[in-house]
């Protein structure tokens, strides 16, 4: 998971737009970690904060966990997640 990777605003748009693009700093992400931040999973999947929240609250993006009012994701269940999603451009 070392990579970013494309993932569009809408599940059938035409791909990301660039205001949707992360703008932060690059996380510490720890190799070991069972679970991701907010800001970690955004980074890796090349989007806002914001949006990234509205597809876990929405239940777009799997394994996420709402503690705090700070959203947390299960790795296990993000990667399960991702391995299931169609190749970029096609089913």
Known sequence: MGELIPFPREPFDHGPSDEDAYRGPVPD??????????????????????????????????????????WLVWRG????WLDGLPPEGGA
């Open 29 to 70: 992400i720890d190799p070991a970690a069972t679970l991701y931040t907010l800001r970690e999973v955004a980074y890796l999947l090349d989007l806002t904060c914001e949006v990234t929240a509205g597809y876990l609250a929405d239940g777009t993006i799997r394994g996420g966990l709402l503690v705090g009012g700070h």
């Open 77 to 80: 269940q993000l990667e399960a």
